[in-house]
T-cell receptor, first 115, second 118 residues
Framework: AQSVTQLGSHVSVSEGALVLLRCNYS??????LFWYVQYPNQGLQLLLK??????LVKGINGFEAEFKKSETSFHLTKPSAHMSDAAEYFC?????????????FGPGTSLSVIP | DADVTQTPRNRITKTGKRIMLECSQT?????MYWYRQDPGLGLRLIYY???????NKGEISDGYSVSRQAQAKFSLSLESAIPNQTALYFC?????????????????FGEGSRLTVL
């Protein structure tokens, strides 16, 4: 069975500081991994994804994540936080193409950016 | 216009009432999903459909039913609403693997329907 854990339900950073949001997963097969962002009163939108190939993945708005198979992690980072980054962030995992696919979401991390 | 549209966006109802949440999409995707979001629990899958004739239960389907009226329409019903169904509900779509189109697993979400059951 697959599962996703996100360490820290709430993270606060100062504007301009490094953003690090942690995600660990369990999967019996090589996964597809995703980070989604949810701005207030909006749906989720994809930040970035890892399917195959390069383990360092770059996404929108300056975010990136690195797939580390040995650590079963897919942490999200951004070098310098901006006020507009305040949102809820969800890590998700999906099996690769099989008889059916299902995306499992982590519980989410709320990011606050302090001026 | 949004690619995935949910109606209503907000609804307050009473215990025991029947409620329908509707979702329509213009992305041309075969796969559609209903998720429920609760604070601290992330998103949990209620039902999903891979095409008009294919409906599957997710992890929390009890108390819910769905109808796939067309490729572009997927509705969620609460036959007799109860207060613990108060939540934010999301419809999502994804593309199916086809010749020349690789499956990526990416989901495309509507803006959500906030349901309050009193």
């Amino acid at each position: 069975a697959q599962s996703v854990t996100q360490l820290g339900s709430h993270v606060s950073v100062s504007e301009g500081a490094l953003v690090l949001l942690r995600c660990n997963y369990s999967s019996s097969v090589p996964p597809y991994l995703f980070w989604y962002v949810q701005y207030p009163n909006q749906g989720l939108q994809l930040l970035l994804k890892y399917t195959t190939g390069a383990t360092l993945v770059k996404g929108i708005n300056g975010f990136e994540a690195e797939f580390k198979k040995s650590e079963t992690s897919f942490h999200l980072t951004k070098p310098s936080a901006h006020m507009s980054d305040a949102a809820e962030y969800f890590c998700a995992v999906s099996r690769s193409k099989t008889s059916y696919d299902k995306v499992i979401f982590g519980p989410g991390t709320s990011l606050s950016v302090i001026p | 216009d949004a690619d995935v549209t949910q109606t209503p966006r907000n609804r307050i109802t009473k215990t025991g009432k029947r409620i329908m949440l509707e979702c329509s999409q213009t992305k041309g995707h075969d796969r559609m999903y209903w998720y429920r979001q609760d604070p601290g629990l992330g998103l949990r899958l209620i039902y999903y459909s891979f095409d008009v004739k294919d409906i599957n239960k997710g992890e929390i389907s009890d108390g819910y039913s769905v109808s796939r009226q067309a490729q572009a329409k997927f509705s969620l019903s609460l036959e007799s609403a109860i207060p613990n169904q108060t939540a934010l509900y999301f419809c999502a779509t994804s593309a199916q693997e086809r010749l020349g189109a690789r499956y990526t697993g990416e989901l495309f979400f509507g803006e959500g329907s906030r349901l309050t059951v009193l």
